[in-house]
């Protein structure tokens, strides 16, 4: 009885083991686009959301969920770093729908300051730097589509933010993006 592999066997699986190596670290990392952000990179310092922009350079970067502070810095779980490192905007105007009307809270994280709005009024703010914190803005949401405005500025130093939602009454708040029972992206 002759052994199923011998020496060209092993050698076809071991360059076969390799290209997939290969291709699994030059495929670049992707999510879904859910919800849009467009990063404006300030020609002057930031230290309040509401002071007079200067841009300089702008990008656009579609991500899945609104989870973007890891290690002290602007990083999505899989795609990494996604804007600059200081003085910059994120502008996002997003509608998504609410299937159970009622009391909601949103989680607002930031490292610095933001303007979060839905339907145009203001659910809470923070003007000027700060270390990452989380607010609670409350807020109460008729079934159909909203639109959610957010504008957040990075001054320098540490950066990162993050939108949680849920039902009041709900057992855990998800991130903004992804679907609930209670609201679709």
């Not at 957010?150 to 039902?167: C, D, I, K, L």
Request: glycine residues 8%; proline residues 4%.
């Amino acid at each position: 009885m002759q052994a199923w592999w011998n020496k060209n066997t092993v050698l076809t699986l071991l360059l076969v083991g390799v290209a997939v190596a290969i291709l699994m670290r030059i495929t670049p990392p992707f999510v879904s686009d859910v919800v849009e952000l467009k990063i404006v990179k300030n020609k002057t310092p930031i230290s309040r959301i509401d002071q007079e922009r200067e841009p300089d350079y702008q990008r656009r970067v579609w991500v899945d969920h609104l989870n973007l502070f890891h290690k002290n810095q602007l990083r999505h779980p899989k795609l990494g770093q996604l804007g600059y490192t200081d003085n910059f905007f994120i502008d996002i105007d997003h509608t998504f729908e609410v299937l159970e009307g009622g009391q909601y809270r949103f989680l607002i994280g930031s490292d610095d300051g933001f303007v979060a709005k839905i339907d145009g009024e203001v659910i809470c703010r923070f003007n000027t730097d700060r270390p990452y914190r989380k607010q609670t803005c409350m807020v109460e949401l008729s079934e159909g589509e909203h639109r959610f405005e957010m504008a957040y500025f990075q001054g320098g130093g540490f950066s990162g933010f993050s939108v949680e939602y849920m039902p009041v009454g709900a057992e855990r708040p998800r991130f903004f993006g992804e679907d609930s029972d209670a609201v679709r992206f």
